[in-house]
């Protein structure tokens, strides 16, 4: 079992920051990426930024861009990856996801794995 556990949203004023964390734990054999998607009310679910293991390359959606920096910590009992949140704007209002796409093991397939989502709002 694949065990994602996200922490760091809340309410800040436009213009404000915040850091989103999101541990993973348990059965992981490696990681390919490190995800953060984000979903609006009435909105599609969006990729907000990308940082892929092998090699640090971070990617991220022309709305942040500028504004939110991906990062990752590798330790022994959990990978944890942060969102690095400035300048917040009222339409970056959204729930957080964070999303991993890792193996259990050696053998088993590249899958997609999920947090729990955390909220965060922007008051203009």
């Known amino acids: 079992q694949v065990q994602l556990v996200e922490s760091g949203g809340g309410l800040v004023q436009t213009g404000g920051s915040l850091r989103l964390s999101c541990a993973a734990s348990?059965?992981?054999?490696?990681?390919?990426?490190m995800n953060w998607y984000r979903q609006a009310p009435g909105k599609q679910r969006e990729l907000v930024a990308t940082?892929?293991?092998?090699?640090?390359?971070?990617?991220?959606a022309d709305s942040v861009k500028g504004r939110f920096t991906i990062s990752r910590d590798s330790a022994e009992r959990a990978d944890t990856v942060y969102l690095q949140m400035n300048s917040l704007k009222f339409e970056d209002t959204a729930v957080y996801y964070c999303?991993?796409?890792?193996?259990?093991?050696?053998?088993?397939?590249?899958?997609?794995?999920w947090g729990q989502g955390t909220q965060v709002t922007v008051s203009s």
């Open positions: 940082i892929i293991t092998r090699d640090g390359r971070t990617n991220y």
């Open positions: 348990g059965s992981i054999f490696s990681i390919n990426a």
């Open positions: 999303q991993i796409v890792a193996r259990s093991s050696a053998s088993a397939p590249v899958l997609a794995y």
